[in-house]
């Protein structure tokens, strides 16, 4: 084996460091090179770079408690790593860990780490046939947020929107209190001006709520806030509509995106409102 060396990280051979389930110094460094050889070389993003680290450090440990190593490992053998895999993780997850498992070996044979990369099975990611959300599936999503709090309120007048109304979770982020207009019953959407339909009570007891409160109105203030009363995140967005989906018999029926493609273009607008 080609002797392991690098200009920008520490040589833990020569440290004599070992992991927690036993790995050689010689191995840990050959993975912080791979790890380092993407990062540099092909620059993908830190959270990538840990993922595949964290990936191959388990498939190394995986043949070491094997008795075997990267120099013997065979094609049968990333079989029963597959098969160990899918026992504990998703098809797609299984999919992802393998194709880190293969470009490492790519990697391992460029440096001449090794004579030759054994046969590794294609995993193909799984894709979930999704269709439009039904009116009754939004109102039973609906029916799981309780009509006490403000930040429940919130969250109804965000699942509306996107349900009967076709926003993005994006575009519900950046909304500020000028957008919506009550007295008119008209929401602006990307510069064009929409009627509210069935999303305006959830809109209008949300707005209520936050006057009661003696909570910010100016035009320019966000309309939706976290418990901070700061502009809530798309990702906090999310969060909350999976806790109200798996409330129902309806987790991995739709997404956040399916709910809003479903509607977006079927939203009557009303253009010369624009400028007017």
Same mark, same amino acid.
């Given at each position: 084996? =080609? %002797?392991?060396?690098?200009?920008?990280?520490?040589?833990?051979?020569?440290?004599?460091?070992?992991?927690?389930?036993?790995? /050689?110094?010689?191995?840990? /460094?050959?993975?912080?090179?791979?790890?380092?050889?993407?990062?540099?070389?092909?620059?993908?993003?830190?959270?990538?770079? +840990?993922?595949?680290?964290?990936?191959? +450090?388990?498939?190394?440990?995986?043949?070491?408690?094997?008795?075997?190593?990267?120099?013997?490992?065979?094609?049968? !053998?990333? !079989?029963?790593?597959?098969?160990?895999?899918?026992?504990?993780?998703?098809?797609? *997850?299984?999919?992802?860990?393998?194709?880190?498992?293969? /470009?490492?070996?790519?990697?391992?044979?460029?440096?001449?780490?090794?004579? #030759?990369? %054994?046969?590794?099975?294609?995993?193909?990611?799984?894709?979930?046939?999704?269709?439009?959300?039904?009116?009754?599936?939004?109102?039973?999503?609906?029916?799981?947020?309780? %009509?006490?709090?403000?930040? #429940?309120?919130? !969250?109804?007048?965000?699942?509306?929107?996107?349900?009967?109304?076709?926003?993005?979770?994006?575009?519900?982020?950046?909304?500020?209190?000028?957008?919506?207009?009550?007295?008119?019953?008209?929401?602006?959407?990307?510069? *064009?001006?929409? %009627?509210?339909?069935?999303?305006?009570?959830?809109?209008?007891?949300?707005?209520?709520? =936050?006057?009661?409160?003696?909570?910010?109105?100016?035009?320019? !203030? @966000?309309?939706?806030?976290? +418990?901070?009363?700061?502009?809530?995140?798309?990702? /906090?967005?999310?969060?909350?509509?999976?806790?109200?989906?798996?409330? *129902?018999?309806?987790?991995?029926?739709?997404?956040?995106?399916?709910?809003?493609?479903?509607?977006?273009?079927?939203?009557?607008?009303? @253009?010369?409102?624009?400028?007017?």
């Amino acid at each position: 084996m =080609k %002797p392991i060396t690098s200009g920008f990280l520490v040589n833990l051979e020569q440290t004599g460091k070992v992991s927690k389930m036993g790995l /050689s110094g010689a191995t840990l /460094s050959r993975i912080n090179q791979f790890s380092c050889h993407g990062l540099v070389l092909e620059k993908v993003s830190l959270n990538t770079e +840990k993922a595949y680290r964290n990936h191959i +450090k388990h498939f190394e440990e995986h043949l070491h408690t094997k008795g075997k190593t990267i120099c013997n490992t065979t094609g049968e !053998d990333i !079989d029963e790593y597959i098969a160990e895999l899918q026992k504990s993780y998703s098809l797609n *997850t299984t999919a992802t860990r393998i194709a880190a498992v293969k /470009s490492y070996f790519g990697w391992l044979r460029r440096e001449k780490h090794i004579i #030759y990369v %054994p046969t590794i099975k294609s995993i193909r990611h799984t894709k979930v046939q999704r269709t439009d959300a039904t009116e009754e599936e939004i109102a039973e999503l609906l029916k799981q947020i309780p %009509p006490t709090r403000l930040r #429940y309120t919130r !969250d109804a007048a965000m699942i509306s929107l996107m349900a009967y109304q076709g926003f993005s979770t994006q575009e519900i982020v950046d909304m500020n209190v000028d957008d919506v207009d009550l007295h008119d019953n008209i929401i602006q959407r990307r510069e *064009t001006w929409c %009627p509210m339909k069935k999303a305006c009570g959830h809109i209008l007891k949300y707005a209520q709520a =936050k006057q009661n409160l003696g909570l910010s109105q100016k035009d320019d !203030d @966000p309309f939706f806030l976290n +418990k901070v009363g700061q502009r809530i995140t798309s990702r /906090s967005l999310r969060r909350h509509f999976n806790i109200y989906l798996e409330k *129902t018999n309806l987790k991995g029926r739709f997404t956040t995106r399916d709910l809003y493609l479903s509607r977006s273009k079927k939203i009557r607008r009303i @253009p010369q409102l624009v400028t007017g």
